[in-house]
């Protein structure tokens, strides 16, 4: 069982920063970022792959930037350039993913075994 615990969700204005974190208690080959905002479905946001590298929604590039500590497996979600349609709960999740599991189906949650509670990111206009 691997247990994630993250953190660092608060309220921004638009425009403004937060970085999410998000602690593994094992090594696990992939972690992401989901964000779930309330009457949608649950979006990948980034992806630390199997392969090591990060890859992003179309709806982030540019503005935010994941990075793992290896030594802790550890997350970092580094949000940038804040949007109100960026206000939503981001989850952590994380698993053992097949070499097979690439591109798209990266963001889908059903490829990840293990999630964290959720924190809130909430972008004010």
């Known amino acids: 069982q691997v247990q994630l615990v993250e953190s660092g969700g608060g309220s921004v204005q638009a425009g403004g920063s937060l970085t999410l974190s998000c602690k593994a208690s094992?090594?696990?080959?992939?972690m992401a970022w989901f964000r779930q905002a309330p009457g949608k479905e649950r979006e990948g946001v980034a992806v630390?792959?199997?392969?090591?590298?990060?890859y992003y929604a179309d709806s982030v590039k540019d503005r935010f930037t994941a990075s793992k500590d290896v030594s802790t497996n550890t997350l970092h979600l580094r949000m940038n350039s804040l949007r109100p349609e960026d206000s939503a709960t981001y989850y952590c999740?994380?698993?053992?993913?097949?070499?097979?599991?690439?591109?798209?189906?990266?963001?889908?949650?059903?490829?990840?075994?293990?999630w964290g509670q959720g924190t809130q990111v909430t972008v004010s206009s």
């Open positions: 999740a994380a698993g053992s993913l097949r070499p097979s599991i690439t591109g798209e189906r990266l963001f889908r949650p059903s490829s990840y075994t293990y």
């Open positions: 094992t090594y696990t080959n992939a």
């Open positions: 630390r792959a199997a392969d090591g590298k990060i």
